[in-house]
């Protein structure tokens, strides 16, 4: 399959901009909500059970010359291969249950904004301890820290998606 | 390892791993957090941000469930720098847009579907955090 580049699956054809639709339309469907709300919930349950929640004990098993906690290990270990397991047997259906088909990032090239992202991303990590999960479920206890990091982090996303379509403004593209 | 809590460490594991192929199987998607919170910038259709908006909303609840109940949250960090949260947040939205995905998006679901460029990017950010951590805490001590 020939790729322009990454995440730019053209999920839906090019059209004039939709009207506004309500929740439990066609265009909208309740179900795709509701089963976002039930799945996301359990993420979040995951992160704090996890102990994602706690930059400090992220932090314990970035910094190799500390005191460190090995848990992450056991966290993306679980939670991989139970991935794997499960999209082994979720992939092979004709498409998933609540969409028409299955939109998953269709590039295998290696290139410099995915590294440089990572990159940035991995400072950002490595200075704070929050990834973008645990930083925006830490706001469920108002956690004072989130109250900064998530808004600079929606900003530096908006940041980088104006950037990105100035610099290429024909392409259609996921965030 | 004193701190090492590997029963709550592979139990909430393997839920955010059920998350992910739940998403999956309900809506065919990666469960990738950035590209969830950078898609509810515009252009984004009313749809496009319902659903993400519904899974954040999850997020927060999951999460506020689990204080609820079993907690305590966290103790707050004795005044971590403002400017380096700040800093920290745009770096990692910024970054996170750019690679297309996080910890979620590329070191979960996209190592799952063993994907290079997943692999490529965890092994990136993972090398870069642990490398930041170590000149944040250990020679710059901004924290």
């Known amino acids: ?175 | 390892m004193s701190a090492l809590t590997p029963g709550s460490a592979l139990g909430g594991g393997l839920l955010i791993g059920l998350s992910a192929v739940l998403w999956m199987g309900f809506a065919g998607r990666i469960a990738g957090i950035s590209g969830m919170a950078a898609g509810l910038w515009p252009p984004a259709t009313t749809a496009e941000r319902a659903w993400r908006c519904a899974f954040l909303a999850g997020l927060i609840a999951g999460t506020g469930i689990w204080v609820f109940v079993w907690g305590p949250a966290p103790a707050a960090r004795p005044s971590f720098p403002t400017w380096l949260l700040v800093l920290s947040g745009l770096l990692v939205g910024f970054g996170t847009s750019m690679s297309h995905g996080c910890t979620s998006g590329h070191g979960v679901c996209g190592i799952a579907r063993l994907s290079r460029r997943s692999f490529a990017a965890t092994g990136t950010f993972l090398g870069v955090a642990m490398l930041t951590t170590y000149l944040v805490r250990h020679v710059l001590r901004w924290a």
């Open chain 1, 1 to 175: 399959m020939s790729c322009v580049g990454p995440s730019r699956t053209v999920a839906h054809p090019p059209a004039e901009a939709p009207a506004p639709a309500a929740i439990g339309t066609d265009a909208m469907p309740l179900r795709v909500v509701l089963a976002a709300l039930l799945v996301g919930s359990l993420f979040g349950l995951g992160l704090a059970w996890a102990g994602m929640i706690n930059p400090l004990k992220v932090l314990a098993f970035l910094d190799l010359a500390g005191a460190w906690d090995g848990s992450l290990v056991f966290v993306l270990g679980a939670a991989v291969l139970l991935s794997a397991l499960g999209y082994r047997i979720v992939l092979r259906r004709a498409r998933p249950l609540l969409e028409d088909r299955f939109q998953v990032p269709s590039g295998d090239r290696i290139d410099a904004p995915l590294l440089l992202g990572a990159a940035l991303f991995g400072v950002g990590w490595g200075i704070a301890g929050y990834c973008p999960g645990p930083a925006i479920s830490s706001l469920a206890y108002l956690n004072p820290e989130a109250l900064w990091f998530v808004p600079s982090l929606l900003v530096g996303a908006g940041l980088r998606r104006v950037l990105a379509r100035r610099a290429e403004p024909d392409v259609e593209r996921t965030a």
